[in-house]
């Protein structure tokens, strides 16, 4: 398929508004990606006609969203490739995935003197519950440290496997310094050892194609909303091996089998997981961003992205006194990057006036910004809908900035 | 002068300028002029909480009046925090706590007020608030 610019950001609705009376220039993918009008439509259909709850009415509207809901699931199993459309578990967004996991395998697998590995570019959410479990166990959290381009090392990767290691959690591409993981290898050394890797896929499933089974991976989640779906829907993918050993991370309607006073045995997979009324209309609303995906394809938004990214990179380069933080040799949809004596939050300030949408601060990801010793970054992310005009009109920016700060 | 004085003196100020270009650049230079706090003031202990920039605040009472240093890491910040040491800056505690602070409206800088700016505008006038509620207290005694 021809990669038409012009025709996909007429797709996106929110991409056609003014912004302080100029038209917006949306930088934040990596926070979270507009919507195209297919994924509005779908929420707004479920409302105005299906509305009904999953798996519980005999009624016709029931049967109908339980379908959609169900076929949501078939598809993303397909799109991500996993073996069986029971590992595929909705929650509420990335950080709900992991937190389930922490917890739930913690439960199970964790005990006093073990051992957990993440790395040093890790967003919040593929820390803190690591930490609270490990707190909890008496277990020790261990980091893998980056190089100075925001890279792990490899090599101390390997060192810190021990026989006490229980799982790995690393993310697929950081959404701060834009390093694209070396999963594989990630993944390849801890099954040496017989250890499981959960990936924190949130940036990961937006640039790159993910084939799950390929990976090997034990655990993947990401979020719908940075996705171009809607908000409030996330994804764990997990192998049904430890699917089933785990316990169940939440409990109420929906994922019980029996209940008596005296016990209750569980659902089986993927309900065991899934607590009370999910979200239905967004879950199919994100089945279709997925289509939609589908439709543009993930190779052809890579290429684009690719030479999107390559653009921005030697424009801003070109920029004195910008530092570009995070310099990998594998990277993805983000530039991190500082102005020389400007503090980021200044500069946010006049860029948002210029109707550029940007990120400054620390990313959710404090122990990055102590890394390299900085107070945060300026964080420029694209989506496929983003053009080098715009990348354009952000150098102009800065450049603006630079003027009057200067 | 009075705070009220001194609030209509900075909205003449700004309602010279008609873009936000103008604005933003007074408001850097006087982030630029604002004078620096003493060193030893710029400590975790006097950080306010809450700012993406960080902003220190320091408060003496001279004369029956609170006297406010500040200084923050980011220039914009700096510009507003001038604004705030000029209007509630060597007044008394009972002024300072009675100070409606409607300049904020009327410059057009509402928008550093709402909770998700985290340039923290409201912590920093509520620390400057707390200040003359304790100096008021310890006056009383
Ligand atoms: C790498 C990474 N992990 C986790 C998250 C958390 O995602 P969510 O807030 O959708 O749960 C994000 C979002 O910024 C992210 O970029």
């Known amino acids: ?406 | 002068m009075t705070i009220r004085e001194i609030e209509k003196e900075i909205t003449e100020e700004f309602s010279m300028f008609d873009d936000w270009m103008d604005k933003y650049n007074h408001l850097i230079e006087m982030g630029k002029s604002l004078p620096l706090i003493e060193k030893k003031y710029r400590t975790d202990q006097y950080l306010i909480s809450g700012c993406q920039s960080r902003v220190w605040l320091s408060a003496e009472m001279e004369d029956g009046k609170v006297i406010f240093k500040a200084d923050s890491d980011a220039v914009i910040t700096k510009g507003i925090i001038n604004l705030l040491i000029r209007i509630l800056s060597n007044q008394t505690p009972d002024n300072i706590l009675n100070a409606k602070m409607d300049f904020i409206n009327q410059v057009g800088l509402k928008e550093h007020l709402s909770p998700t700016r985290s340039n923290g505008l409201t912590s920093m006038i509520k620390q400057m608030k707390l200040y003359a509620v304790v100096f008021k207290t310890k006056m009383a005694q």
């Open chain 1, 1 to 406: 398929m021809n990669f038409d610019i012009k025709k996909i950001r007429k797709d996106f609705p929110a991409l056609h508004q003014e912004i302080y009376g100029k038209p917006l220039v949306y930088l934040d993918n990596a926070a979270t990606t507009l919507k195209p009008q297919v994924v509005i439509d779908s929420i707004t259909n479920y409302y105005s006609t299906i509305n009904s709850n999953v798996h519980r009415g005999v009624h016709y509207l029931s049967q109908q969203a339980t379908e959609e809901f169900e076929n949501t699931r078939k598809n993303i199993r397909k799109y991500i490739n996993a073996r069986n459309t029971h590992e595929i578990i909705f929650t509420k967004g990335t950080t709900e995935s992991i937190n389930l996991v922490a917890n739930s395998f913690g439960k199970k697998f964790l005990s006093h003197g073990d051992e957990v590995i993440i790395s040093e570019l890790e967003h919040h959410a593929n820390i803190v519950p690591w930490q609270m479990i490990c707190e909890e166990k008496g277990a020790k959290l261990k980091v893998i440290p980056i190089n100075d381009n925001g890279e792990l090392i490899l090599k101390k990767y390997k060192d810190l496997i021990t026989d006490k290691t229980k799982i790995v959690s690393v993310s697929h591409i950081s959404n701060t310094l834009g390093t694209v993981n070396p999963i594989k290898e990630i993944i390849d050394i801890a099954h040496q050892h017989d250890i499981p890797v959960m990936i924190d896929g949130a940036q990961g499933i937006v640039h790159e194609k993910i084939d799950v089974q390929e990976l090997d991976c034990d655990f993947y989640c990401f979020s719908s909303h940075k996705f171009y779906g809607p908000m409030g829907v996330g994804v764990l993918y997990g192998k049904e091996k430890y699917l089933e050993e785990m316990p169940p991370y939440q409990t109420g309607g929906e994922m019980i089998k029996t209940v008596t006073f005296k016990k209750t045995t569980f659902n089986e997979l993927p309900f065991k997981f899934e607590t009370g009324t999910p979200n239905v209309a967004d879950v199919i609303g994100f089945g279709s961003a997925i289509n939609y995906i589908k439709k543009i394809g993930i190779e052809n938004i890579i290429r684009y992205e690719k030479e999107l990214l390559k653009h921005a990179t030697e424009m801003l380069s070109g920029i004195q006194g910008l530092r570009i933080y995070g310099e990998a040799k594998k990277k993805a949809g983000v530039i991190s990057f500082l102005l020389k004596d400007i503090h980021p939050y200044d500069a946010g300030i006049i860029i948002d006036k210029l109707s550029i949408a940007v990120r400054t601060g620390q990313h959710c990801a404090q122990p990055v910004m102590d890394r390299f010793d900085i107070p945060g970054t300026i964080r420029a992310s694209f989506a496929f809908y983003n053009t080098k005009e715009e990348v354009d009109k952000l150098v102009q920016a800065i450049l603006k900035v630079q003027e009057m700060f200067g």
